[in-house]
């Protein structure tokens, strides 16, 4: 089955612990994406990558990293997380070349909570 | 600068009766919109999208939107909402043929619009 997955699905951590969020598709999509989500704001771009070894920042990169090695994989971290980054994740996936870059996939989402 | 509004955070209709969701954008040229569902835990699905063509697109679960360029708008209707239709409604654009930002595969999302479906 086609998809992205996310682990975990819900994390509660404290402030300054450092955490990683993966996420692996298996659908051999080049461009790869994470946002976050919050009430009243919709969803925001935090990180994106074109391709492997390619990323670059989104709209709230603050706070956040993310590595490209493998085609699959693009996980999060947050080396040192604070009580405002407390959201729901998700990670997305699309073709790249033409009107198909758009139509992305997305995971579950996971629910972090830095206390 | 972009933008998607969705003027209705919270929408309550009864189950058989007809849909819309509002959406507005404010973009230079003729973007790529799309309208997208969150059903509870869920991650987002496409319900529908619109590049170019018919100004009227069909989706999956009975949805279409009607794309109206002299408004900036492009809302989503269903002509008889089931239960299972409640969820979280987002309408995103992104950079069409031409636009700027277009390397970027970047969707900006509107804040969306809960819709709760009586018996």
Known sequence: ?115 | AQSVTQPDIHITVSEGASLELRCNYSYGATPYLFWYVQSPGQGLQLLLKYFSGDTLVQGIKGFEAEFKRSQSSFNLRKPSVHWSDAAEYFCAVGPGSGGAGGATNKLIFGTGTLLAVQP
């Open chain 1, 1 to 115: 089955e086609a998809q992205v997955t996310q682990n975990p699905r819900y994390l509660i951590t404290v402030t300054g612990k450092k955490l990683t969020v993966t996420c692996s598709q298996n659908m051999n999509h080049e461009y790869m994406s994470w946002y976050r989500q919050d009430p009243g704001l919709g969803l925001r771009q935090i990180y994106y990558s074109m391709n492997v070894e390619v990323t670059d920042k989104g709209d709230v990169p603050e706070g956040y990293k993310v590595s490209r090695k493998e085609k699959r994989n693009f996980p999060l971290i947050l080396e040192s997380p604070s009580p405002n980054q407390t959201s729901l994740y998700f990670c997305a996936s699309s073709p790249s070349g033409g009107v198909l870059t758009y139509e992305q996939y997305f995971g579950p989402g996971t629910r972090l909570t830095v206390t």
